[in-house]
T-cell receptor
Framework: GAVVSQHPSWVICKSGTSVKIECRSLDFQATTMFWYRQFPKQSLMLMATSNEGSKATYEQGVEKDKFLINHASLTLSTLTVTSAHPEDSSFYIC???????????FGPGTRLTVT | GNSVTQMEGPVTLSEEAFLTINCTYTATGYPSLFWYVQYPGEGLQLLLKATKADDKGSNKGFEATYRKETTSFHLEKGSVQVSDSAVYFC?????????????FGKGTHLIIQP
């Protein structure tokens, strides 16, 4: 099946710094990718929809200036958490939409800890 | 807005037991419904889906029927195995395959004991 990777799998950063998370579709092209956030024992919350070559669409309540999304190619989307604070610590998961099978394929997630 | 409610775990069963994980939803239109499974250290995988009322999704012995009248999509399996131990997420989308993004339940941790 289709494979989506994320890098890094976990990252620790200091408060005030920025961190970038990559999401790649390894064996298919994805015009649309999604970014989710998951708190402990909570559901995945859709943060934004990333479309190749255009601006991301953010869900209500998600700060677009804090969570910068770039989808510069058909296989790569990046999420940059700017000026990170401890409350940004979470598990970030991306998925990619596969237009042939009409399915979303999920990456394994990135654990972000802000100290 | 859309929402999904599923029973919270952990759910602990013995091997070969019957499994039901309840899922109900709230949606404004006619959503597509999904069950995803997450094994330790791996990303979510689609287990099954149903795109319209009365559809039954099935895969690997798991089944779920889209019940519009009760707004439910309960997951069932007749005889569970240790290898079924995982976290199961119920989800919905306003589009057929989730092209618009998914709304998830909180997940149910299933533990199968030999």
């Amino acid at each position: 099946g289709a494979v989506v990777s994320q890098h890094p799998s976990w990252v620790i950063c200091k408060s005030g710094t920025s961190v970038k998370i990559e999401c790649r579709s390894l064996d298919f092209q994805a015009t649309t990718m999604f970014w989710y956030r998951q708190f402990p024992k909570q559901s995945l919350m859709l943060m934004a929809t990333s479309n190749e070559g255009s601006k991301a669409t953010y869900e209500q309540g998600v700060e677009k200036d804090k969570f910068l999304i770039n989808h510069a190619s058909l296989t790569l989307s990046t999420l940059t958490v700017t000026s990170a604070h401890p409350e940004d610590s979470s598990f970030y998961i991306c998925s990619a939409w596969e237009g042939v099978t009409y399915e979303q394929y999920f990456g394994p997630g990135t654990r972000l800890t802000v100290t | 807005g859309n929402s999904v409610t599923q029973m919270e775990g952990p759910v602990t069963l013995s091997e070969e037991a019957f499994l039901t994980i309840n899922c109900t939803y709230t949606a404004t239109g006619y959503p597509s419904l999904f069950w995803y499974v997450q094994y330790p250290g791996e990303g979510l995988q689609l287990l099954l889906k149903a795109t319209k009322a009365d559809d039954k999704g099935s895969n690997k012995g798991f089944e779920a029927t889209y019940r519009k009248e009760t707004t439910s999509f309960h997951l069932e399996k007749g005889s569970v195995q240790v290898s079924d131990s995982a976290v199961y997420f119920c989800a919905l989308s306003d589009s057929g395959g989730g092209a618009d993004g998914l709304t998830f339940g909180k997940g149910t941790h299933l533990i199968i004991q030999p």
